[in-house]
Nanobody
Framework: QVQLVESGGGLVQPGGSRRLSCAFS????????IGWFRQAPGKEREGVSW????????HFANSVKGRFTSSRDNAKNTIYLRLNNLKAEDTGIYYC??????????????????WGQGTQVTVSS
């Protein structure tokens, strides 16, 4: 049973930073795409970043490029998303998700089969 658990959200002031974690387990597939998404109130879920298991290279949406970074700890089956220089528009629920293949549209939520419960990030002074 695939499980994804996000953590690390909270209230952050504009310009601040936060590190989100996504711990995953129960994978039986060795090739997959893992992505981060966010959803603001009243808006559609949007892709923030994605990574292929084969190369570990993270690709970022233009809206967060240069501000967000990603890393992974294979021993802990955990990926991290570091949110830097946060803005009010970064507010939302952040989700990690997995597609059990190499997605051709990795920023599309529809490509992903497994989702975590999400963690809320609120950027406000």
């Amino acid at each position: 049973q695939v499980q994804l658990v996000e953590s690390g959200g909270g209230l952050v002031q504009p310009g601040g930073s936060r590190r989100l974690s996504c711990a995953f387990s129960g994978f039986t597939f060795t090739y997959y795409t893992i992505g981060w998404f966010r959803q603001a109130p009243g808006k559609e879920r949007e892709g923030v970043s994605w990574m292929l298991s084969s190369d570990g290279i993270t690709h970022f949406a233009n809206s967060v490029k240069g501000r967000f970074t990603s890393s992974r700890d294979n021993a802990k089956n955990t990926i991290y998303l570091r949110l830097n220089n946060l803005k009010a528009e970064d507010t939302g629920i952040y989700y990690c998700a997995v597609a059990p293949y190499g997605s051709s549209r990795p920023f599309s939520p529809r490509e992903y089969d497994f989702w975590g419960q999400g963690t809320q990030v609120t950027v406000s002074s």
